[in-house]
């Protein structure tokens, strides 16, 4: 048998196991897990010429420093999971703002 629960604004919650169903805050949505997961922000995806994620200096691709991939700020204190979205059938990627992530969740979800 699947739980269904709301999440309260304040409540943080432990990663949801596949299969976990829940709703968005005002009940317009029901999802189901797949899993958890990292949003990550390709750096590869900056608009030309600018290649680093603060803009100090126009750099031409070559000399980019850095890994490609990192930690999407915006997620970083949130939850995300890739869902199954039950009323239009399809597969996505959700971030759940209305739960904050303590600092032990935050290094377990984001840590590397």
């Not at 100090?56 to 070559?62: A, D, L, N, V």
């Not at 420093?65 to 890739?82: M, N």
Request: charged share 20%.
């Amino acid at each position: 048998m699947l739980n269904t629960i709301t999440a309260a604004p304040t409540t943080p919650l432990p990663p949801w196991p596949t299969g976990y169903h829940f709703y968005s805050p005002g009940y317009s949505f029901s999802y189901e897990v797949i899993g958890p997961c990292c949003r990550l922000f390709d750096r590869e995806q900056l608009p030309w010429p600018c290649c680093r994620i603060a803009w100090r200096s126009k750099e031409p691709s070559w000399r980019r420093i850095g890994r490609r991939l990192v930690v999407d700020g915006a997620t970083k204190r949130h939850p995300s999971y890739a869902v199954y979205h039950r009323e239009t059938n399809t597969v996505m990627m959700i971030t759940l703002y209305w739960i904050h992530l303590e600092g032990r969740d935050r290094q377990w979800w984001y840590g590397a």
